[in-house]
């Protein structure tokens, strides 16, 4: 199978703990895009925090944020944006006070941490997320949040839970991407290690999941490479692409 696009998540994954991107990873990005290889960045993160490090990789084609809900080309145009409405984001921060957990809400502008706005109708909303550490707790919450079907569910890690519009996620957004670039999601390679990045892992030609990964992530994945502090992102470029 020939790779034709690498999708990489970024936090535990293309970074390390430091939030940097390794040398090592550095080296087998630029060496896959000299094969014509696109790269492409899929996370969860808002464009201002994703940008800066496919700016650093020079890559050349789209950005994949906020776990889907936007797509912008590596030269900062929007390509596609999909918000979470407001009556969502007031039934979110009513659970927020219910269960009395820490949060975050990514607008279009910004990332909210600990604080909710005043004019949240002011705003136009992304994603919700809600933070804890008692996993008895935290599936109680999901539970509740599976019942409504207004809401796409995952995490970035295994203390929170991450709330976007239904529908939105790295997967649906990686087809569109797939779909402007000519090619199919059987020609791509998608790396990660969260609940947010198992779609993506499942529908594509070669799913991996890092060292780190969460057990089902790495369960749905065809392979798993390193941790992502010993450069696993290189580790897979490497034995699928440039061999």
């Keep these: 199978m020939a790779i034709k696009l690498i999708a990489l998540d970024m936090d535990g994954t293309l970074?390390?703990?430091d939030n940097q991107v390794s040398e090592q990873n550095k080296s087998a990005i630029a060496k896959a895009r000299e094969l014509g290889v696109?790269?492409?960045l899929s996370t969860g993160r808002h464009i201002s925090t994703c940008k800066p490090i496919a700016d650093e990789l020079l890559l050349s084609s789209y950005l994949i944020t906020v776990n889907g809900s936007e797509i912008w080309t590596t030269e900062g145009e929007l390509v596609e944006r999909q918000p979470l409405g407001l009556e969502s984001i007031k039934?979110?921060?009513?659970?927020h006070k219910e269960h009395q957990t820490g949060l975050w809400m990514t607008s279009t502008e910004q990332v909210w941490r600990e604080e909710i706005p005043d004019q949240l109708e002011e705003i136009l909303?992304?994603?919700f997320g809600f933070n804890l550490k008692d996993e008895t707790h935290r599936d109680l919450i999901w539970k509740e949040l599976e019942k409504d079907p207004q809401f796409e569910l995952s995490n970035s890690s295994p203390t929170n839970i991450e709330v976007n519009a239904i529908g939105i996620n790295k997967a649906t957004a990686l087809e569109k991407v797939c779909n402007r670039l000519g090619i199919t999601l059987e020609e791509v390679m998608t790396v990660?290690?969260?609940l947010n990045d198992i779609k993506m892992i499942k529908e594509a030609g070669l799913g991996i999941a890092m060292e780190n990964a969460q057990p089902a992530v790495k369960k749905a994945a065809d392979w798993v490479t390193?941790?992502?502090d010993q450069s696993g992102v290189a580790q897979a470029i490497e034995k699928w692409v440039l061999q």
């Design 15 to 17: 970074l390390n703990k």
């Design 38 to 40: 696109e790269v492409v």
């Design 91 to 95: 039934r979110l921060i009513e659970l």
């Design 125 to 127: 909303w992304l994603k």
């Design 192 to 194: 990660g290690d969260s």
């Design 226 to 228: 390193g941790h992502h």
